[in-house]
């Protein structure tokens, strides 16, 4: 007896429900081995990026602006954006699925306006805690989320040292809830302020301890030192690749590109994926993509108008919706940059044995007037502010990170197959790679699909 149209109707509609969903996963995922950046595939990965903040609170959840955005953003050669504020409670299939298709992945920050950390009085509590896990938790679902920040610039002046060690408790605890869920190593990591009084003592810092969970996945900087018609070495450039010289995690800029003078060249873009840095730094995501009052904008969505007044399209005069139109000459020269700029990096199967043999920097000691952290000291517990006894939270099961899990810098350095690790490794089906596996499921379901429809 045949089923019913009824039942026909629905399981096609499942079927196609599913193929949407494994749609976002067909993408490789990305790892952090070393002092690399690697796909699932086994090939090394260079961020190619732009910040992408069009509204406020959460710019991923306007699936058909995400499409618009994705598609001349796959033109200029991006392969990633930065997402500094979400809503966790938002629906981002649409725009994880629209990024994963132009084959850009996503860098996102866990943290809100209400529950980043601070560098006055820092403090790393539960109410931060619960939020970091919701942002984690919604987006650990998509194979094309390549890392999250547990803060952006919360040390600001060379006195804002004693923040530092609330930044890796909440990379630990993130770590620890990301492994104790079973998640796929997503990298954990911080997005520092360029100040030159604690270089490279804050780096070095987050990526010192002998104990994998405390310490950071990456390093990433926001530095804007190479200004118009510079070089390698007046820009700094050279200083700032000598102080990362040997650094055992993947380091990157997470903010770059000077506006001034006009127009902006991006000359920089050649010395990072060049000879002198691409050895060392995992690329650089540019700063932004929405042009506003600051004057940093790839594209505008519509001319400048100061009498608009604020709305969901229209803030501060500046239109957050519709088809993105290039800046010129900005976007053509960082478009002109990154299409000669494609640094092939090492295979993992190659590199693996490297990254056994990485070692981590020396704790740096605390100086007067200068770097103010006791490299001795433990980190802070949850519920702790500095200078205050910490309270116990009231569930710390998830919490508790001394010695939970290690990181996937470590699972390259115990094993020589750790490209198969990961998500990589759970993903396989009969023996195929992830790839292989998602689309032989696809094929299969394609073929039940119109089974239904022939039955329809």
């Not at 943290?111 to 009085?121: A, H, K």
């Not at 044995?353 to 000691?365: D, E, G, I, L, N």
């Amino acid at each position: 007896m045949f089923p019913s149209s009824y039942s026909l109707a629905v399981a096609s509609y499942s079927l196609l429900f599913v193929l949407q969903s494994l749609h976002v996963m067909a993408i490789p995922t990305i790892s952090a081995v070393g002092s690399k950046f690697f796909t699932s595939n086994g090939d090394q990965w260079y961020i190619k990026g732009v910040a992408y903040q069009l509204v406020p609170h959460d710019p991923l959840i306007d699936t058909e602006q995400c499409k618009l955005d994705a598609s001349l953003m796959k033109e200029l050669g991006a392969n990633a954006i930065r997402v500094y504020h979400v809503d966790a409670d938002g629906d981002h299939k649409g725009c994880m699925s629209a990024f994963a298709d132009a084959g850009i992945y996503l860098f996102v920050d866990l943290d809100d306006f209400d529950t980043q950390i601070e560098q006055t009085s820092p403090h790393w509590n539960n109410n931060q805690f619960e939020a970091f896990k919701k942002v984690l938790d919604e987006f650990q679902q998509y194979d094309n989320t390549a890392g999250v920040f547990v803060g952006n610039e919360v040390l600001t002046t060379d006195q804002g040292s004693p923040a530092a060690p609330y930044v890796l408790a909440a990379a630990r605890d993130i770590k620890a809830y990301r492994d104790s869920k079973g998640y796929r190593k997503i990298p954990v990591g911080y997005s520092a302020a360029d100040i030159a009084q604690l270089r490279p003592m804050l780096q070095n810092y987050m990526a010192c301890s002998s104990n994998a969970s405390e310490r950071l996945d990456f390093f990433s900087l926001n530095a804007y030192e190479w200004c118009g018609d510079s070089s390698y070495t007046t820009s700094g450039y050279s200083e700032l690749q000598k102080n990362a010289t040997d650094y055992p995690i993947p380091i990157f800029f997470s903010e770059t590109g000077c506006n001034t003078p006009k127009p902006r060249t991006f000359q920089d873009q050649s010395a990072i994926f060049g000879s002198e840095m691409s050895g060392t730094w995992s690329g650089s995501i540019i700063y932004e993509w929405i042009q506003e009052a600051n004057d940093y904008g790839l594209i505008n969505y519509g001319p400048y108008n100061p009498n608009a007044g604020s709305n969901s399209i229209v803030q501060d005069g500046y239109t957050r919706q519709g088809t993105p139109t290039p800046i010129l000459p900005d976007f053509n020269n960082l478009k002109s940059q990154w299409a000669t700029l494609t640094p092939t990096g090492v295979a993992l199967s190659e590199y693996s044995a490297s990254a056994a043999k990485v070692t981590f920097p020396p704790c740096p000691a605390s100086t007067s007037g200068g770097w103010q952290v006791n490299p001795s000291s433990p980190l802070p517990s949850l519920g702790q502010t500095l200078g205050k006894e910490g309270t116990k939270p009231t569930n710390t099961a998830s919490a508790s990170a001394t010695g939970t899990g290690a990181s996937s810098t470590d699972a390259a350095a115990s094993s020589t197959s750790s490209a198969k690790s990961g998500a990589a490794g759970r993903a396989t089906v009969a023996g195929l790679s992830r790839a292989d596996g998602l689309g032989s499921i696809v094929v299969f379901l394609c073929g039940l699909v119109g089974v239904v429809s022939f039955l329809l």
